[in-house]
């Protein structure tokens, strides 16, 4: 049978509220739950935390309370570790087999495990000491009471679990404070809508560290706008729990109907905020990150040419009807030049056979006259005879 070590399955570290009870070890054989708080040579105080404010090379005395609510005695591993931030954004220690170099490893117990009497509490003291060459600013861990136990895995092998539940510490070294949040590594992607009338998705993931000597918050935003600033919108994302000096978290911002405007320019920034009742003064500087981005208008290009298209039918459509109506008009034009040019060549074949008639006075009713027969008319080459009877009348008085 194979023994596997596994460490931290069940930590209980709340700074805000009195730490819960384990969970039952599986090999208890009874339910088991125990619980860790700060407390005095008298009890429990009510402090949520160890928190210290010392100066470099100083000691101090403490105590925590371990109780134990079940109905068989305990004996637990107590020890005290450093804390980190996890890549979640949570509050962890180090594993048990971890051996701390910070906070963790200036404090000092006794005894190494401890033996609880059933339903009983003991308060058990311990000394902190700062070393001299302690840096300035924040420093985290915990205090931790464990119970060993083995279980079986899926694959049915023992495994070894380490059940454990603590209490934070907060140290402060006086010194130089130097609060500082930096975005890193920030990656960008634009997401495209098939709505050409809508815009698209940003979606952007950047790790925020903790570069100074102060525990911090942080609220994170995200900013993005096309070439000269065009459609510059920013949305403001939750609020970062606290990271620890050193530590460091990934968090991701989605912002919606972002114009594509061919390329972005895409920032994120973080506010520096104090956790707790700290007092940042004077603020922190805020730190920014730039990357550019494509955001090709697919669905808008696809639209746009297919307007064109539209446009360019209609306007052919257009002028192909214009030019039917040209070549209709040049066509009527032609045929009354072709209607007028027959009619000119007709008129002088029939100026000859036009009958010429004298006007006449207004008012005159005598006939017309008529036609004299072409034999009273000269022709050339012929001679009018007069008749050979005299026609003379005498005049008879």
């Known amino acids: 049978m194979r023994l596997l070590a596994a460490i931290a399955t069940g930590i209980a ?68 570790s450093d804390a980190f931030t996890t890549a979640q954004g949570g509050f962890d220690l180090l594993a048990g087999g971890q051996k701390p170099t910070d906070v963790g490893a200036w404090v000092r117990f006794t005894g190494a495990t401890v033996t609880i009497p059933s339903t009983s509490r003991l308060d058990i003291p311990f000394t902190l000491t700062v070393p001299a060459n302690a840096t300035p600013g924040d420093h985290a861990g915990g205090i931790v009471a464990s119970l060993a136990a083995t279980t ?111 390329r972005l320019t895409v920032s994120a920034a973080v506010i520096p905020t104090a956790v707790g009742d700290q007092v940042l003064d004077p603020q922190p500087a805020v730190d920014t990150a730039r990357v550019p981005v494509w955001a090709v208008p697919w669905p808008q290009t696809a639209l746009l040419v297919l307007l064109a298209v539209v446009g360019w039918a209609l306007i052919a459509a257009r002028r192909r009807r214009a030019r039917q109506i040209v ?39 005598r006939p017309p006259d008529r036609p004299v027969p072409d034999v009273d008319r000269g022709e050339p080459g012929h001679h009018n005879r007069q008749p050979d009877i005299d026609r003379t009348v005498k005049d008879e008085r």
Not at 60 to 74: E, F, G
Not at 197 to 202: I, P
């Open 13 to 80: 570290l709340l700074a805000a509220a009195p730490p819960t009870p384990s969970p039952p070890a599986p090999s208890a054989g009874s339910a088991v739950t125990w619980g860790v708080a700060p407390s005095s040579a008298k009890g429990p105080n009510g402090r949520p935390a160890f928190t210290y404010k010392l100066d470099s090379g100083a000691t101090l005395t403490d105590y925590v309370a371990v109780t134990n609510h079940s109905a068989r005695p305990l004996t637990l591993n107590l020890y005290a």
């Open 327 to 365: 070549r209709a008009v040049a066509a009527a034009r032609e045929e009354g030049r072709a209607e007028a040019s027959r009619e000119t060549e007709l008129t002088p074949d029939n100026r000859d056979a036009a009958v010429s008639v004298s006007p006449r006075p207004s008012g005159d009713s």
């Open 152 to 262: 079986a895995n899926a694959q049915g092998n023992q495994v070894a679990v380490d059940h454990r539940v603590g209490a934070r510490i907060y140290l402060r070294v006086t010194g130089e404070l130097q609060p500082a949040l930096t975005v890193e590594d920030l990656r960008v992607r634009h997401t495209g809508s098939p709505n050409p009338l809508a815009g698209g998705t940003l979606t952007a993931t950047f790790t925020v560290r903790n570069t100074g000597n102060v525990r911090l918050a942080g609220q994170p935003t995200l900013a993005a706008s096309g070439p000269f600033g065009l459609g510059r919108r920013s949305v403001d994302a939750p609020a970062l729990p606290e990271i620890l000096p050193g530590g460091e978290l990934t968090t991701t911002i989605r912002m919606t109907g972002v114009p594509p405007l061919f």
